[in-house]
């Protein structure tokens, strides 16, 4: 049985534990590294994983170790670590924005290294992460890594590092894209005269419906819009006042904005410049 390390007892971190625990991972296996008490007691509390203030304790003897600090903090708690990590472990990084390039310069060596992209809806399972790894990563560690995230939802691995920016704008962001729709059309709901209750409801399970079709159907998402777009019904008339107003090229500008914000951070948490 592997032992894993996560470096960092946030939320990031408390949600893919309990994703692990519940996906045949063993509390046995897993080590948490946080400096504050108060996380350390929760995490103990909620999935019986062993904690520790001190990062190399945590570190020491794993096989795969998660770094889940702040993108801020990121270079110190990597370079603090050089040496107590095993040349032959897994170091993963979370954290958005922070380069492979910097990570190996941190930790020194040939280490194997995964840098991941989660989302917010891993707190429900239903993530969805991007994940590129460097050269010295093997089909064994990938498919270990693969067995963790998906038991927060689903993964993809990348073929180049700049993609990691891509899935940023898609999936990282995204969530709050579908959060955007839902409170507009929620509000427009009840400027239609709807309950404010009935507005909510209707949105999020036509959300919830949507992607549910989607998932579960072999057309794509533009067959199953026309599917559900009758020639001169309501729904045409709604699609059509979206298109008048060049909806695709909202998102394209929305989107552009996500990468170009991801490349600002990464120049500006780079130790590289
Ligand atoms: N949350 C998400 O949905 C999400 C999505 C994508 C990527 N991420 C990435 O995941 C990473 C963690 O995010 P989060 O939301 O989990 O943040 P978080 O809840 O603030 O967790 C970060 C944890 O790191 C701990 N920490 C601070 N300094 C440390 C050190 N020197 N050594 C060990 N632990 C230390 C903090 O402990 P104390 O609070 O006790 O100081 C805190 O518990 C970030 O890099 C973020 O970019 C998060």
């Keep these: 049985m592997s032992k894993i390390a996560f470096i960092g007892g946030g939320n990031m971190a408390s949600c893919m534990i309990g994703g692990m625990l519940a996906n045949g991972f063993q509390a046995q296996q897993i080590c948490v590294a946080n400096p504050g008490q108060e996380k350390r007691d929760s995490l103990e509390q909620a999935y019986g994983v062993a904690t520790t203030p001190d990062n190399h304790i945590a570190v020491a003897g794993a096989e795969v170790i998660v770094l889940a600090v702040k993108p801020q903090v990121m270079g110190a708690v990597a370079q603090e670590l050089t040496g107590s990590i095993d040349a032959d472990a897994l170091v993963v990084s979370v954290a958005a924005g922070v380069q ?11 280490q194997a290294i995964v840098r991941a992209m989660p989302n917010t809806p ?32 689903i993964c993809c691995w990348v073929e180049n590092e700049a993609l990691i920016d891509a899935v940023i704008a898609v999936s990282g962001s995204g969530p709050a894209y579908f959060f955007l729709m839902m409170e507009a059309m929620q509000r427009v709901g009840q400027e239609l005269g709807l309950p404010e209750e009935t507005a909510l409801q209707l949105t999020i399970q036509t959300a919830l419906g949507a992607a549910q079709m989607a998932i579960s159907s072999e057309l794509d998402t533009s067959q199953l819009r026309r599917q559900v777009t009758s020639p001169g019904g309501t729904t045409a008339a709604a699609i059509a006042a979206f298109q008048e107003r060049d909806i695709e090229g909202s998102f394209r500008q929305a989107m552009q904005a996500a990468v170009n914000r991801a490349r600002a951070m990464a120049s500006e948490f780079s130790d590289q410049n």
């Design 100 to 110: 492979l390039a910097d990570l190996q310069h941190w930790l020194g060596g040939d």
């Design 122 to 153: 891993s707190m429900v399972r239903y993530g969805a992460a991007g994940l590129f790894a460097n050269n010295h990563v093997n089909t064994i560690q990938k498919h270990s890594i693969e067995a963790m995230f998906n038991a927060i939802g």
